[in-house]
Each structure stands twice: as structure tokens, then as C-alpha cells.
């Protein structure tokens, strides 16, 4: 079991008056893919969120890398090497693929300041990026804006990627070319929390997995325990993995 | 029974409600109490004040819209009166004409601004009555032939109520003073007579299901319109009966002061005295515009001769006497309104209930 | 490293003609037509030549003086009721420099003249962006998110700074008169057109210009544009925008305090409350142009200003409500103006 990068210890967050996150323990290896699982509404992007600073967690402690972040500003923690790629995506839909790149690419101030090599390798993954890099990025298909936010979070190396349904409401064809991705950013020693609701996407990509339910983290384990207790699937998620195909 | 007329919208806080029974008997009998054309003048101006800001504070507190064109609505209720009376000669039936006149105006334009502004975002509207108010307020000067222009318009009202009309002989010995029975006399409780009438009435809209709808739109009107209710029907219409009080509001200015300029209820310093003495009294009270009106315009004279006599104090120093003068009424002004809205946002009738509230939750633990 | 390797020329300019056939030019549109319709109406083409060269710099003073109020609310969703207060103060401490450069100024020289000029319009922008850095530190950063608040503040902030004025430079109003070289029109035919305007042509257009540039080829522009659209992804992507903020927030108020020279200059005058007044000039415009947008300020600024002088000529006494009507008609057709910002 490899060394912690995320930890998070009884967080709880409030939103105005209701009361989201009821005290959530969670611990994301590093250099693997921990999925969060779970209903919808269960507060697995709110735990997100709080994580990236977007809320404030009113108890509890979140550490990075051995340090407390669980007061700090949102710039302070995407500078300590956090990718955060919501579920709305957050594309800049009136700027260029290229303009949102380099607004990703925090060390350049113009786009030849860009790593080549990394520009090249995210063209790999998701042509689209190349074909329309002059485009502004509203114009592109859902698809491709998914792609365009995944690469934004990589286009720099980060320590931990923090990822929100990336593949709601994407066509198979696309959601295997993710998967892909997804694979060799794993290889590329990156930590990856990821958010899914589809549960046939999540066994293929994660090692670690969390399910969470009303605010709270309810099982964590390995991926590969989960995928074969179908009963604890349809206990925890509501589902057996034959029906979710 | 005092309840049932104040519409159950009690003071909540004893210290208000002594508070507030002093000041109203204290403008109820003012004339006795404090006999001289000054002071008289300065009840009559807080009766006045009492009154718009109560209806200022019908959208601001309650309905939580900022208006820019509320002093619009006041002086179409004074050049009301002052154009009818002018053009028709002092009788009660050109008073009532011009009542008339300005309210259905004010009507007219209210439901114009609502229905179209009211459907925008906050801020547009605030712009958009500002624009709308400066505008009004370059057109009365300008349409010199109707309103008098620059130097507005002098005018006379009928017997009863102007000063040499004389109630009884011989001055009445008050215990602080001799009190002239006359036609001012006579206007002062009319003056108290309708503010008390508005008052009252607007206590009643705000206590009932049509003001507890607006205030769930002040809240959050995303939701409200989601339960059904179509908040620009229940925006225009607190738009339309602010308007209208105002305008009542300003037909009495006209009555007390037998004149009526651009100056004296258009201009945007009278907006900024409503906005202060809303911010002060507590907005989304209505007891508030009663304490914050006396506070105000009781400070606003004593200050300037404040402001005079500190200036006099620090003669030779090269800035102070400038910032001190009392002409600069207006920079200590924006000072406290803006310390106002940071520190003091529920404002003196806010703060007193506060307390009250938590003297009751410690002494019921 | 050169990464023209990755685009291809012709990727480049398919994006960019198709960029071009999706720019939406009709609000654009609109200037020459209010400028085509206003021909008939004044009946002599030189007068006309001659008010729309005054719309037209009217117009671009306005837009500098918008711009900035513009942006600040799209960043940041702060309306500043008290923008006014740096116009105003751009406008006195160019009375002042002028009273000290005067020989310049009163000089038969265009460049000395200038020598007077362009320190009055810098101390102005300086000393304007200074206050904007008092006023966002003390009067709107307390308010963030809080509408109602910031329209109650920022106009209480504004009365503060007019009765400041009026202890520093005096109540009443002060001639701010043009430098020598700068009086005066060109005659073209029957046409008089004053040399001032083309001036303040210049500047507006120069203004207009940087911004363009700032906006679209500098990282601190790209950031502003993203920020407007979405500003917590900004600041997920490890930005502090708060500080992008102001200096957005001081920018705009030395553009405030530019225009205020500029502004006064235009009328010979000026008056502690002009600010107040041009104020509602302002937000006309932006109200008209979408707020936060830059193009959209362009558009409304020479709209107005070509509306005001037209009417001005035709029917003096309705000039500020056809401003409005104008107003009106533009939200009846675009609600929220003419180029609204996406994703709000």
C-alpha cells in the first residue's frame, strides 16, 4: 500500500444552513486512481470542492503531501499541484482551445513558453485538441470540451488531479478513449481522485475505491475486491455490475 | 386592541416602544410642546420625511429593491399641488385636483418603470431609475411655462389652512410658550393626521400575505417564483404603492411649504437623506423611518451649528476649518451613512430588538 | 520552443474567417446607422459633419471613462455607484497641473502645449488610481457579493469623495480652458470641425486600442477575459484573482480620471458634481453595451454620444431622454445588452 498523498479526517462542510459532508474520512494513495462512488447527492462533489478550498470545511483536517490545507485559498492549493476538473467542466467557452490552455499552463506566458513535448503528448490522446486549438472552445462538442478540461489539468505536471464525472453524458467511443487517457496519466505518476456515477467506467480505471453515502465515506478498499462481491455492489450502490453494462 | 391596529407588528423591545411613544407624542403635540415657526418647521419636515421613507422603505426592506426614482415620485406629489393651486387658485377642490392628478401619474410612470425595469437584474434597475430621476429632474427645470423652472412655484392655499387665518383671538397660553392657533396650526394636524393614516396602512400591507410574499422575493426570488408566485406582478405592485405614498408624501410638502422647486423635493440629496435615514432607522422596519427621520433632522441642525462651532475652534489650521465647516453638512453625512451600512446594517430599531431578544432567550434559559 | 509545428497555416485561417463570419456585427451596425438616419434629419451635410465629429469624440470620452466600470463588474460582479468620484478628481488635479504648467498651456506651441497636457492627464490617471486603490481596499472590498450593499456604499463613497473635492479645490466650478494650439476648428467645405474632438478621437481611440491589445495578446488580458466568464475556475487554475482584481479596480479609475480630463477639457468647465452627472451618462452606456463588455461599452459610448449631439441640435430639450429611450429600445431588443457576457 503505497504512501497517502490525500487525507482527509472527519470533514465536515456546511453549505449556508444544510449540512453536507458529516464527517468524511478519506485517504487517497498516491500514484493511483481512487474512485468516490456513490448516489447521487451522497456528497462526493461537495468532498471535492472542499477539497480544492471552493468551500470550507467547518471541522476536520485535509492534508497534501503531509501539509494542512484545510484553511487555504483556492490559488494556494491548485499552486500546491492541484488539478480540480469540475463536473460543468469550466471551460472558458468564449477563449480559444489554445487560450485555454495557456491560461492552464500557470509557468507560461506565451504559449511557446509550453512544454512541446507535453503539448504533443495531450494531441496524442485527444486529437480534437489539435485540430481545433484556434477554435474558441464554446463551439466544440461535449465530448471535446470534457477532453479540453482534462487536458487543461495536465498540461503542467501536477501531483493530484481532481476529476468530477468525466464521463456523464459522453458517447462509449469517447468514454474508451478517456479511459486510455486516464491510463497513462496513471503511468505518468499522477494521483487521481476521481468522481464517476458509472460504475463500469470506475472498475476499469481505479485501484482504490470509496463509496460514499448522506455525507460519508461508507466502504473503502481496493477496486478489485469490490468488482467481485456483487453483492456489497448492490448493497453499497444500489446495483450488480451484470445489469450495469 | 393597540395590536389589532398596529397590525400585530409590534416595537418587540420595550426601550423602542418608550422610545417610539415619546416621539410620536412628541410630534403629536409638538406645537405646545416646542412653540416657534423653527421648530414647528422641523416637526412638520419629520412628518413629512416619516412618511417617504416609509414607503422608501416598503421597497428597500421589504421588497429589497433600491430605487433611484423615489424622489421622483415625491415631487410629482408637490408640483401636484403647486401646479393645481397655482393654475386653479387656492380652493380645496384644486388641492384635490392635483392630489388626483399626481397620483395617477405617479401611477402611470410606477407601473411603466415596474413592468419594464422589474424584469431585469437588480442592478439595471437601480441604473435605469437613476437615469430615469435625472432625467424627471432636468425636465422640471426645464419646462419653465408649467412648473416655474429654476425657481419654481409659489403658491397660496385655501383659508383654513394659511396663516393668517386665525383659529381664536388671542394666542394660547401653552406651558412653554404662546402657540398661534392658526391656518398652520391647522396644517400641522393635517400633516400629523395623514402620516398617522399612512403609517398605519402601510403597517398593515407590510403584516399581510402580500408583504410576507415580497419578502420571501427579497430573500431569494429564484424560489419564490418557483412556489408560483410571479414576483414582477408583486415587484411592480410594491413598486406602484411606494410611488404612491410618496407622492401623497409630497402633496403635504407642498401644503406646508406653499412652494415647491426642484430643489426642494427633486434633488438627489433628498435621496440620499431617505437612503441614510432608512439605513440608520433600520430597514425593513417601518419604526425605523420614525426614529431615524427625528434622529436625522434633528442632527441635521444641530450638527451644521456643530460643525460651526468646531470650525471656529480650529481657525488658523491649515485643513481642519475647511473639512469643518458646515458646508461640508454633507461629507460627515457620507461618513457616518457609509459606517452606517458596514457596522449598523439593522440599524437603531434592529439593535434595540436585538437585545430585547437576547435578554428574553437568557432570562427564559 | 516553437510551437508553430502543431498548427498548420490553414487551421489558422479557417479559425480565424470562421471567427469572423460567427462575430456578431449588428450592434456594431448600429453607429453608422443612428449617423445614416440623423443625415436626413439635420438637413446640411456639414452640420452634420460637424455633430457627428462631436458625437463621435463624446462618444470615445465616455467609453474611457466606461470601460473600466465595465470590466470591474464583470470581473468581479461589483457596481460601482461611485465611479463618478474619479472623473471628478481627474478633472480638478488637471486644473491644478494646468494652473502650474500654465505658460505651457497658454503657449503658441503644439508641443509645448503638450508638455502641459500630458503631465495633467498622467498626474490625473496617478492620483485617480491612488484613490480607486483607497476606494476598493476601504469601501467596496467589505461588500464583495453583497448587491444592495455595494450600490448603498459605493454611492455613499462618492458623496464622501465630491465634498473632499469641494474642501481641496473649493465648491464652485473652475475653467479648465483648452491650450492655445488646441482652440480653434478646421474648416473642411462648409464643415467647422474643432481640433479638440479629433484629439480626444485620438485618445479615445488610443485607449481603445490598448485595451483591445492588453485584452487579447497579454496573459494578464487572457486572464481578465477568463475571469469574467467564470471566475472560480480562475482561481482553481491557482490564480489569485483577488489581486487581479484591483488592479483592474485602479486601472479603471485612472481611466476615470483620464476621461475626467478629457471631459472637462470638452466643456471648458468644471464642477464637483460632474461626477454625479456624467455618471448616469455612464451607466447608460454600459447598461446599453452588456455589462462587462469592452466592445459593448464602444458600441453604446458612440451610440450615446452621437445620440446626445444629434438631439442636442434637433431637440435640445429632450436629450437626456432620448438617451434613455435609446436605452430602452436596445434592452427591448437585447435585455441584457448588447453584448452580453456568456456564462453567468
Known amino acids: 500500500m503505497s504512501d497517502a498523498l490525500l487525507t482527509l479526517e472527519g470533514v465536515h462542510t456546511h453549505i449556508g444552513a444544510y449540512h453536507i459532508l458529516h464527517g468524511v474520512d478519506l485517504t487517497v494513495p498516491a500514484n493511483q486512481l481512487t474512485m468516490l462512488l456513490g448516489r447521487n447527492g451522497a456528497g462526493k462533489t461537495t468532498t471535492l470542492r472542499t477539497v480544492m478550498g471552493l468551500w470550507h470545511a467547518s471541522q476536520g483536517r485535509i492534508t497534501l503531501a503531509g501539509q494542512d490545507i484545510t484553511a487555504r485559498a483556492t490559488p494556494d ?32 506566458r506565451t504559449i511557446d513558453d509550453v512544454d512541446t513535448k507535453r503539448l504533443e503528448w495531450i494531441f496524442d490522446m ?82 482504490t475505491v470509496a463509496v460514499m453515502d448522506d455525507g460519508r465515506v461508507v466502504h473503502s478498499g481496493a477496486m478489485a475486491e469490490l468488482a467481485e462481491d456483487s453483492a456489497l455492489q448492490a448493497r453499497l450502490l444500489g446495483l450488480s455490475l451484470g445489469a450495469h453494462q | 386592541m393597540l395590536s389589532r391596529l398596529l397590525s400585530h407588528d409590534l416595537p418587540r423591545s420595550r426601550w423602542l416602544a418608550i422610545l417610539l411613544v415619546l416621539l410620536v407624542l412628541g410630534l403629536a403635540f409638538a406645537p405646545f410642546l416646542f412653540p ?89 434597475f437601480a441604473m435605469i431609475t437613476l437615469a430615469v430621476a435625472s432625467a424627471f429632474l432636468t425636465l422640471a427645470s426645464q419646462l419653465s411655462d408649467i412648473t416655474g423652472g429654476e425657481d419654481g412655484l409659489t403658491f397660496r392655499l385655501p383659508e383654513l389652512l394659511s396663516p393668517g387665518f386665525a383659529l381664536m383671538e388671542d394666542d394660547f397660553e401653552g406651558p412653554f410658550g404662546p402657540v398661534t392657533l392658526n391656518g398652520r396650526f391647522i396644517t400641522y394636524y393635517l400633516l400629523f393626521a395623514s402620516v398617522v393614516a399612512m403609517f398605519l396602512v402601510m403597517l398593515r400591507i407590510v403584516n399581510s400575505p402580500f408583504g410576507r410574499v415580497l ?48 430643489d426642494t423635493s427633486l434633488s438627489f440629496e433628498i435621496m440620499l437623506d431617505i437612503l441614510l435615514i432608512v439605513v440608520i432607522g433600520g430597514m425593513g422596519t417601518l419604526y425605523g423611518a420614525i426614529i431615524g427621520s427625528v434622529v436625522f433632522l434633528v442632527a441635521q441642525s444641530y450638527l451644521q451649528d456643530l460643525l460651526r462651532w468646531l470650525g471656529g475652534l480650529f481657525e488658523g489650521l491649515p485643513l481642519l476649518p475647511a473639512l469643518l465647516t458646515p458646508d461640508r453638512w454633507l461629507l460627515w453625512l457620507g461618513l457616518l451613512f457609509v459606517l452606517s451600512v458596514y457596522h449598523f446594517p439593522t440599524g437603531v430599531v434592529g439593535k434595540l430588538r436585538e437585545r430585547a431578544l437576547a435578554k428574553a432567550t437568557k432570562e427564559s434559559t | 520552443m516553437n510551437t508553430s509545428v502543431i498548427t498548420t497555416p490553414a487551421t489558422g485561417s479557417v479559425a480565424r474567417w470562421q471567427a469572423l463570419k460567427d462575430f456578431d456585427w449588428k450592434p456594431v451596425a448600429l453607429v453608422p446607422l443612428l449617423a445614416a438616419l440623423a443625415l436626413p434629419a439635420v438637413g446640411s451635410g456639414s452640420t452634420w459633419l460637424t455633430l457627428t465629429v462631436a458625437g463621435l469624440a463624446m462618444g470615445l470620452i465616455v467609453f474611457i471613462i466606461a470601460s473600466g466600470l465595465t470590466l470591474v463588474f464583470g470581473l468581479m460582479d461589483v457596481l460601482n455607484f461611485g465611479h463618478g468620484v474619479f472623473i471628478a478628481l481627474g478633472a480638478f488635479v488637471a486644473v491644478s497641473v494646468f494652473g502650474g504648467l500654465n505658460a505651457y498651456a497658454i503657449a503658441d506651441s ?235
Open chain 1, 77 to 108: 492549493i491548485a499552486q500546491s499541484g492541484v488539478a480540480y476538473v469540475p463536473e460543468s467542466m469550466g471551460i472558458f467557452s468564449d477563449l480559444s482551445v489554445k487560450e485555454n490552455m495557456l491560461l492552464a499552463a500557470r509557468g507560461a
Open chain 1, 126 to 207: 485527444f486529437p480534437a485538441m489539435k485540430k481545433f486549438w484556434l477554435h474558441p472552445a464554446g463551439k466544440l462538442s461535449g465530448g471535446q470540451k470534457q477532453m479540453l478540461a482534462v487536458s487543461r489539468a495536465i498540461v503542467e505536471p501536477r501531483q493530484l488531479l481532481l476529476i468530477d464525472e468525466p464521463s456523464k453524458g459522453l458517447a462509449p467511443a469517447i468514454i474508451q478513449n478517456m479511459i486510455a487517457a486516464f491510463r497513462e496519466l496513471k503511468a505518468a505518476q499522477t494521483t487521481i481522485l476521481l468522481v464517476e456515477q458509472n460504475f463500469n467506467f470506475a472498475r476499469q480505471l481505479g485501484d
Open chain 2, 36 to 124: 416657534g415657526v423653527k421648530a414647528l418647521n422641523v416637526a412638520a419636515k419629520v412628518l413629512i420625511f416619516i412618511a417617504l421613507v416609509v414607503s422608501f422603505d416598503l421597497l428597500l426592506g421589504y421588497t429589497g429593491i433600491v430605487s433611484f426614482a423615489h424622489t421622483m415620485f415625491f415631487g410629482i406629489g408637490a408640483y401636484g399641488i403647486a401646479i393645481s393651486a397655482n393654475a386653479m387658485g387656492p380652493t380645496w377642490w384644486a388641492l384635490l385636483v392635483g392630489a388626483i392628478g399626481a397620483l395617477l401619474l405617479s401611477l402611470l410612470l410606477s407601473l411603466l418603470i415596474g413592468l419594464f425595469s422589474l424584469r431585469v437584474r437588480a442592478i439595471f
Open chain 3, 110 to 344: 503644439f508641443w509645448l502645449n503638450l508638455a502641459a497636457l500630458v503631465p495633467a492627464m498622467l498626474a490625473a490617471m496617478v492620483v485617480a488610481g491612488a484613490v480607486g486603490l483607497v476606494f476598493e481596499r476601504f469601501i467596496v472590498r467589505p461588500v464583495y457579493g453583497q448587491h444592495l450593499k455595494q450600490i448603498l456604499i459605493t454611492m455613499g463613497g462618492m458623496i464622501i469623495g465630491e465634498e473632499l473635492i469641494k474642501v481641496i479645490w473649493g465648491p464652485g466650478q473652475l475653467a479648465l480652458p483648452l491650450p492655445e494650439t488646441l482652440r480653434g476648428s478646421f474648416i473642411i467645405g462648409d464643415a467647422s470641425i474643432e481640433k479638440y474632438r479629433l484629439l480626444a478621437m485620438g485618445v479615445g481611440l488610443a485607449v481603445f486600442a490598448a485595451m483591445v491589445w492588453t485584452l487579447n495578446r497579454t496573459k494578464v488580458g487572457l486572464l481578465i477575459r477568463a475571469g469574467v466568464q467564470d471566475r472560480e475556475m480562475v482561481e482553481s487554475l491557482g490564480y489569485r484573482i483577488q489581486r487581479l482584481f484591483i488592479g483592474v479596480f485602479v486601472a479603471g479609475s485612472a481611466l476615470a480620471g483620464l476621461g475626467g480630463v478629457m471631459w472637462g477639457l470638452y466643456q471648458q468647465t468644471v464642477l464637483p458634481q460632474m461626477g454625479a452627472q456624467v455618471n448616469v451618462l455612464i451607466f447608460i452606456v454600459i447598461i446599453i453595451g452588456g455589462l462587462g463588455s469592452t466592445l459593448g461599452a464602444l458600441v453604446g459610448a458612440l451610440l450615446v454620444g452621437l445620440m446626445a449631439n444629434y438631439t442636442g441640435f434637433l431637440m435640445p430639450k429632450v436629450a437626456l431622454f432620448s438617451n434613455i429611450a435609446l436605452m430602452v429600445a436596445i434592452l427591448l431588443w437585447r435585455p441584457q445588452g448588447v453584448y452580453p457576457v456568456a456564462n453567468r
Open chain 2, 215 to 262: 419578502q420571501a422575493i427579497r430573500e431569494n426570488d429564484f424560489r419564490a417564483e418557483a412556489l408560483g408566485y410571479r414576483v414582477v406582478v408583486y415587484r411592480t405592485l410594491s413598486n406602484v404603492i411606494a410611488a404612491s405614498f410618496a407622492t401623497l408624501a409630497g402633496c403635504l410638502l407642498a401644503l406646508w411649504l406653499r412652494y415647491n422647486g426642484p
